[in-house]
Nanobody, 126 residues
Framework: QVQPVETGGGLVQAGGSLRTSCAAS????????IGWFRRPPGKEREFVAT????????YYADSVKGRFTITKDDAKHAVYLQMDSLKPEDTAVYYC???????????????????WGPGTQVTVSS
């Protein structure tokens, strides 16, 4: 059983930075991708960024390109989301999802065998 746990997040002023971490315990992560999704207040959950565990291929939502960076640490079985130049519209609960993409090494539109963390709050004040 794969169980992700998010840490990090918090409150920051606009223009500031935060880093969230996702630790993945359990079985091997080969054939899996680890993605960050978020749910802004009153809105649907949306894709943020993802990384293939085996190849390191990354994808980003247009809204965060150039500001957010997703990386992984094989030894620690962890994935990090570095968030810079934060905006109030980045305020959301951020979720880590360990999933097996149906298309490609990190496809985020269609997946299976997904495992979600409980989420961590990121609040950006104006």
């Amino acid at each position: 059983q794969v169980q992700p746990v998010e840490t990090g997040g918090g409150l920051v002023q606009a223009g500031g930075s935060l880093r969230t971490s996702c630790a993945a315990s359990g079985r091997s992560l080969s054939n899996y991708a680890i993605g960050w999704f978020r749910r802004p207040p009153g809105k649907e959950r949306e894709f943020v960024a993802t990384i293939s565990w085996s190849t390191g291929t990354t994808y980003y939502a247009d809204s965060v390109k150039g500001r957010f960076t997703i990386t992984k640490d094989d030894a620690k079985h962890a994935v990090y989301l570095q968030m810079d130049s934060l905006k109030p519209e980045d305020t959301a609960v951020y979720y880590c999802n360990i999933y097996r993409p149906k298309h490609g090494v990190a496809g985020f539109a269609s997946y299976e065998d997904d495992h979600w963390g409980p989420g961590t709050q990121v609040t950006v004040s104006s």
